[in-house]
């Protein structure tokens, strides 16, 4: 089958890369030369494990192109995928005009019958929108029709999500659409849910937004399990035996960041408001989530007197482990806080700082200064109070005695509740984490 994908990012890319592994003629195309230039050469622009060695196999075995040529690669193609951003606009509603741009694109240049697919989230409706744009706009007297086809990989793990997918689900209005779409699907040997188009845009923000509120309920119970004196943690535990519940997004912390939860659930907060309805328990789910964003430092704001010459140590940037993506990090909030408040900020990210470098250039920052160092002890030397924003594994591996011997003062607030606070209190650290 001959695939198109219109986008490079996270979704685009590494849904390009699997086709192209499922032996699909492959064609990504995106607008930026010097980035197609590096992905020809099997260079992953994002760290994604597992996908170089992908593109260098598909690459070389042909099945896996990248062009900047729009035209060239959807005017023959069977299906066309559109994976572009749908970032947030200023009141919270999806922007669509990379969409729109694409939709226009595949509406000049198609010569033959094609399936859009649209694989970005988009608001419930749009595809009826992608389809009548492309309708309106067609030039070539062909017939192309829009199915939806979610995608539910997480960053990180984002090739083995994509092989290993609990699910497919494909949202189509036409018998031909769910076929082709099966078709396409079929080497992955998946389960394929098929359902309309409505719905299956409908199921992507149901999904993103329930773990979000999982998330965010967590959380909630965290704060009151301080209060009452019980341990979030043991109560997660507590809970993840019933099946009803399941183990998995239990985990209370600093709030979810990234490039989806946030967006997602204002998206679908937005939506529902545009239909005259509210959408109070996501509505909740939000601002649960800002506050806990900052918990830790207004916990910290309580305890000190200033941070103005407080040398900081902020281990991990990153919204969370295994990527390089700092998209709403609740570190970001922090580190603005922190800097305002005139704090010396050194900051440890294993795979984050090239980014965070583009958003905290180093130097005088604000009242503060924002310096990086190369390894998480570097941080803790001398400092004065550490934040943990991120659970990569070599921060979890700091030892309690490491934090009291490396500290000026060791006071340690955990926002990912990476070590045990018996522990850290008998080694002497001070230490406030979430909800225990
Ligand atoms: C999320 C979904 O998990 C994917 O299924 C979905 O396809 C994707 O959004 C998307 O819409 O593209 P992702 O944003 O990559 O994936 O990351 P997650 O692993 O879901 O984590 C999101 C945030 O929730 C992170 O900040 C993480 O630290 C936080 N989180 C996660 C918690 O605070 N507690 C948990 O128990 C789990």
Known sequence: MKIAVAGTGYVGLVAGVCFAEMD???????VDEKKVEVMRQGISPIYEEGLEELMQKNNAKGTLHFTTDYKE?????DAIFIGVGTPEMPDGSANLSYIATVSRQIAETVEKDCLVVVKSTVPVGTNDKVEQFIKDFLVHDVKVEVASN???LAQ??????TLHAARIIIGTESREAEALLKKIYEPFNLPIVSVKRRSAEMIKYACNDFLALKISYMND???LCELVGADITDVAKGMSYDERIGARFLNAGIGFG?????KDTKALKHLAREYGYQLKTVEACVDVNSAQKVRLFEKAKERMISFSGLKAAVLGLT????????????????LKLLLAAGADVYAYDPKGEERA????????????????????????????ICFVFTEWGEIKAITPEQFKSRMHTPLVYDGRNLYDPKQMKEAGVEYYSIGR
Do not use: W
């Open 24 to 30: 699909h003629d492959v064609t990504c195309v995106d």
């Open 258 to 262: 990234g490039s989806c939860f946030p």
């Open 73 to 77: 690669a959807y005017k023959d193609a």
């Open 150 to 152: 979610p995608e539910f």
């Open 156 to 161: 990180g793990t984002a090739v083995y999500d």
């Open 221 to 223: 119970i965290a704060n």
């Open 319 to 334: 919204f969370k482990a295994g990527t390089d993506d700092l998209r709403e990090a609740p570190s970001i909030d922090n």
């Open 357 to 384: 470098r583009q958003l905290f250039p180093e130097g005088k920052l604000e009242q503060g200064t924002m310096s990086y160092v190369s390894d998480p002890y570097k941080a803790l030397e001398g400092a004065n």
